[in-house]
């Protein structure tokens, strides 16, 4: 079955300093999408990604989406204590059903 | 807040006794989902729901069960709870074309 492998597991950094979780899967994709669950929280939807090669932006945070779809990353600039918590990036088969397949997700700490 | 309400929040059960963990929608989606968290697996499908009455198995499904008899409820049951079920349980709809998620608050759910 479809896998969806994240890295790294962790990641402790200063404030300030930049941030990137990267997503791999074993299948071709139909979109990926990203999730932020703060500590002791819920997993929110951030945004999702459709295209081959697409890049979208979000104030600080800067998301790609592989030119084989089988890949995106996460970036975070100068990045702040309310940027902590777990990402996740989840992905829908090729074939587009309705099943997300989420990856392991990244720890982010932040250093104040 | 996708108007999801998970119940109980919290659970404290012994091994071998039955469980039903609650989910409701007030939003009339059609898809909804039942995942698992636990630490280095990130989210885990047990089961998901595409309509009244139409279930299907996800990765984790062993041991669990569900039901919908409404479109704004979703049940899931453990039938003979085992220590190895304790973990935080999600629920989810989701909503749009390519089915990004809204979760619930979570059940955290401990098997003594």
């Known amino acids: 079955g479809q896998q969806v492998m994240q890295i790294p597991q962790y990641q402790h950094v200063q404030e300030g300093e930049d941030f990137t979780t990267y997503c791999n899967s074993s299948t071709t994709l139909s979109n990926i999408q990203w999730y932020k669950q703060r500590p002791g929280g819920h997993p929110v939807f951030l945004i999702q990604?459709?295209?081959?090669?697409e890049v979208k932006k979000q104030k600080r945070l800067t998301f790609q989406f592989g030119e084989a779809k089988k890949n995106s990353s996460l970036h975070i600039t100068a990045t702040q204590t309310t940027d902590v918590g777990t990402y996740f990036c989840?992905?829908?088969?090729?074939?587009?059903?309705?099943?997300?397949?989420f990856g392991t997700g990244t720890r982010l700490t932040i250093i104040p | 807040d996708a108007g999801i309400t998970q119940s109980p929040r919290h659970k404290v059960t012994e091994t071998g006794t039955p469980v039903t963990l609650r989910c409701h929608q007030t939003e009339n989606h059609r898809y909804m989902y039942w995942y698992r968290q636990d630490p280095g697996h990130g989210l885990r499908l047990i089961h998901y729901?595409?309509?009244?009455?139409?279930?299907d198995k996800g990765e984790v499904s062993d041991g669990y069960s569900v039901s919908r008899s409404k479109t704004e409820d979703f049940l899931l049951t453990l039938e003979s709870a085992t220590s190895s079920q304790t973990s935080v349980y999600f629920c989810a709809i989701s909503v749009g074309h390519h089915y990004e998620q809204y979760f619930g608050p979570g059940t955290r759910l401990t098997v003594t």
């Open positions: 989840a992905g829908v088969g090729e074939f587009g059903n309705e099943k997300l397949t």
């Open positions: 990604l459709v295209k081959s090669g």
């Open positions: 729901s595409y309509g009244v009455k139409d279930t």
